[in-house]
C-alpha cells in the first residue's frame, strides 16, 4: 500500500513504499543505505555525521538483542516498516515500527533532508505495563552547523505525588553498572562547556538536551552520552524489582498514562513544519507509526 503526499500547495508522487527487511537487525544496518543518494550527500558535506550513524546502528543492535525487539506488522506495511523519498531525492525519512520483552511499543526513525542540511536519527521505546521504567527517547539532531542532543527519560507516574519514583530512576547511582546516576550525567553534561543549553520547542521534558558545534569530537561525545544513558535504561527495564508488586489496578493505570505518553508527539509544536516537508498524508501516517494508533493494527491489537 502506498500513499501520496502534499507538500508546499502542490502534489506529487513522493509516496510512501512498503519495503520489506525482515527484522530490526536489518533495519539498523541497511535503512542507512536505502537512500543514498540524500544520505551520502550530507554525509559528504559533513563527514562526521557517520560517526553518528555508525553510533546510532550500534545502539539499536544493543536494544533490539537485549529486549528482544522484533517488526510489528501494520495495515501501513506487512513488516512494519515504511520509507518516504521525494522525487528529487532530497527527503527520505524510514520509520520502523515494532514490539519486545516489556516493551509495547518501539520506532526507530531516520531522516535526512540534503537540500536543507538536516539529518535526525531517533529512538522511542515505549515499556509496557510490567514495569514502572520510564520511557526512552533518544535523538541526535544536526542542522544549521549544530549537533543537538535529546535523551528523555519520561516518568510513567505523577513526579509530584511520587518521590520514591525520581529517587529510583533519576538520583539512583548504579544503573548499568555506572558509578553515576541520570541526573548526574545530565549535571556532567551541562558542565561541558563544549555544549550549551538548549530550550526544546516541545511540550516533554528533557532529561538530557545540549547543543554542540557540529565536529566529529563532538559528535563521539554524544554518541559515548546516549551509551551512558541506554545502558542506565536497559538496567532500569532488567531490575526484577521495577514491576514487582505491581497490582493489577496498578498496571491498568500504567496502560491507560502509557496511551497519554504515545499520543504525545500529536502536541509537538514542528507537526507544520514536517507537513510542509512531507505532505500532510504523509505527515498523518507517520503519527500512526509513532502513536500506535488503533486505526493501523492489526487484529484489534493495542
Known sequence: MCFGGRAAGRTFNSNFHCSKLSNFESFALQSAGMFKHAANKLTAKRPYLQVWREGFAELSQRLIAALDLHP????LSAEGLLTHETPNREVHCAIQVGTGRSVQWAHFTKTTLAHADISVLRLNMFPDATTRA??????????????????????????ITDPEYVTKYYRQPGWGGSDKSIF????????????????????????LAGQAE?????????????????????????????????????????????????????LDPDIKKASAVLGEETTERTLQLYTKDPAILLNGNS
Not at 72 to 75: D, G, V, Y
Not at 184 to 207: H, Q, Y
Request: glycine share 8%; proline share 6%.
Open 134 to 159: 520510564p520511557k526512552l527517547d533518544v535523538e541526535f539532531f544536526y542542522g544549521f552547523g549544530f549537533a543537538n542532543m535529546y535523551i528523555n527519560l519520561v516518568p510513567r507516574t505523577n513526579l
Open 184 to 207: 548526574d550525567l545530565k549535571l556532567e553534561c551541562e558542565a561541558d562547556p563544549a555544549f550549551k543549553p538548549f530550550l526544546s520547542r516541545s511540550l516533554d521534558m528533557r532529561v
Open 72 to 75: 510489528e506488522p501494520t495495515k
Open 214 to 266: 557540529g565536529n566529529e569530537e563532538n559528535a563521539h561525545k554524544i554518541v559515548g552520552i546516549a551509551s551512558q544513558a541506554v545502558d542506565m535504561w536497559l538496567a532500569m527495564m532488567s531490575d526484577p524489582e521495577g514491576g514487582q508488586g505491581l497490582t493489577h489496578q496498578e498496571s491498568i493505570m500504567l496502560g491507560q498514562l502509557d496511551k497519554h505518553l504515545l499520543n504525545w508527539s500529536r
